[in-house]
Each structure stands twice: as C-alpha cells, then as structure tokens.
C-alpha cells in the first residue's frame, strides 16, 4: 500500500510546487531546471531551506497557524510573506521568523489583516497561478523559469532575477490574464 501511495504522494507534491516539467520529463528535467535558473544551486538550496525553516517555525506557532493562512516563498534570499492573519501582531511574529534564517536578505511582508480566505478563493487564486505561468511559458524568446508566480486574493506577485525588459514583459502577460485584479513585483533586476 505504502508503495502505491509514495509515488503519488511525490507527484502531488511536485503538481503543488509547480514542478510539472519534473514529473513530466523525470530526472532530466531537473537538470535543466536547475541549469536554466539564475540562482546558484548553493542560492536555490538555501531559498528551499529558508521556507522550509520559516514554515516549521510558524507550525509549532499553533496559536497562529491554526487561524491564518500564510505562504512562505524565497527568491536568492528575497522572501515574500503573503495570506492572511486576524491580528497584525501575528503577522510581525511570522516577519520576523524569516528575518531570522540564515541567507535572508529582504523580507516583503504581504500578509493581509483579515480572517483567512476560503477554500475557493484558494482554488481561484491556484487556476490565475496556472494561467499566468501557462501564458508565461507560451511567449515565444522568453523563458520563463526565472520567474516565480505566487496568487493570493486574485493578486499576482512575480518573483525572480530578471532584466527590467523581462519583468516589464512578464508583468504585462500576467495584467492581461483573466482574474488578475493586481500585480506586484518582486524582482531582483539582473544585466542583460
């Protein structure tokens, strides 16, 4: 039983994290990913491990996990907070445990002082990511992979090492997608 379970439990999660290449393409993917991607793989790691750390801090915080929702994501030390939390103090607490990891260098708290949304803003906020990331990719002498696409509340937020023409060129895609009420960028802006 168990071993029917892992594979799709690994599928699951690779879908979650937007790695379909990955499952799609198998190992070989995963090299082109990490070969196409402006990050070092040391950077790459470290982003992986800041939202994990931060994540696991805020699941032993049960007094604030238990009534907020909060993504957690990291671009070469960039980290983006965004969700929603009842009281601010609960948003300052989740700010400052990604401030504490190691290899953060900026943290952009978006966490909204609301009760969290429900579960079909969450299904919508999922099918704007696919979108944006589906026009992304089909935009021809773009590549995409620098690009993180993160959806809370039908706003988009683009994260990653790009040149202004490609953040330029990414904000307008993902402005034109149905749904989108707004778009924020996180870039780190890079020479061409």
Same mark, same amino acid.
């Given at each position: 039983?168990?071993?029917?379970?892992?594979?799709?439990?690994l599928a699951?999660?690779?879908?979650? !994290?937007?790695?379909?290449?990955?499952?799609?393409? =198998?190992?070989? &993917?995963? =090299?082109?990913?990490? #070969?196409?991607?402006?990050?070092?793989?040391? #950077?790459?790691?470290?982003? !992986?491990?800041?939202?994990?750390?931060?994540?696991?801090?805020l699941?032993?915080?049960?007094?604030?996990?238990? $009534?907020?929702?909060?993504?957690?994501?990291?671009?070469?030390?960039?980290?983006?907070?965004? =969700?929603?939390?009842?009281?601010?103090?609960?948003?300052?607490?989740?700010? #400052?445990?990604?401030?504490? !990891?190691?290899?953060?260098?900026?943290?952009?708290?978006?966490?909204? $002082?609301?009760?969290? %949304? =429900?579960?079909?803003?969450?299904?919508?906020?999922?099918?704007?990511?696919?979108?944006v990331?589906?026009?992304?990719?089909?935009?021809?002498? +773009?590549?995409?992979?620098? $690009?993180?696409?993160?959806?809370?509340?039908?706003?988009? +937020?683009?994260?990653?090492?790009?040149?202004?023409?490609?953040?330029?060129? #990414?904000?307008?895609? &993902?402005?034109?997608?149905?749904?989108? %009420?707004?778009?924020?960028?996180?870039?780190?802006?890079? !020479?061409?």
């Open positions: 039983m168990l071993r029917k379970l892992l594979p799709l439990s699951s999660l690779l879908l979650l !994290q937007g790695c379909v290449g990955v499952l799609l393409a =198998g190992g070989a &993917a995963t =090299g082109v990913v990490v #070969a196409k991607d402006r990050r070092s793989v040391t #950077a790459q790691m470290d982003d !992986q491990k800041i939202e994990l750390n931060t994540r696991n801090e699941s032993d915080r049960t007094d604030i996990s238990r $009534i907020s929702h909060i993504s957690i994501n990291s671009n070469n030390g960039i980290v983006l907070l965004v =969700g929603q939390t009842p009281y601010r103090k609960h948003s300052d607490e989740v700010k #400052a445990m990604a401030e504490r !990891q190691n290899g953060v260098r900026k943290v952009y708290n978006e966490i909204k $002082i609301t009760e969290p %949304t =429900g579960y079909d803003i969450r299904t919508n906020d999922s099918w704007i990511t696919s979108k990331r589906t026009r992304l990719i089909a935009e021809k002498n +773009f590549d995409s992979s620098h $690009i993180k696409v993160v959806t809370e509340d039908s706003q988009v +937020f683009l994260m990653g090492m790009v040149t202004r023409d490609e953040g330029e060129l #990414a904000v307008e895609i &993902a402005r034109n997608v149905s749904g989108v %009420t707004k778009v924020i960028r996180v870039f780190e802006y890079v !020479q061409q």
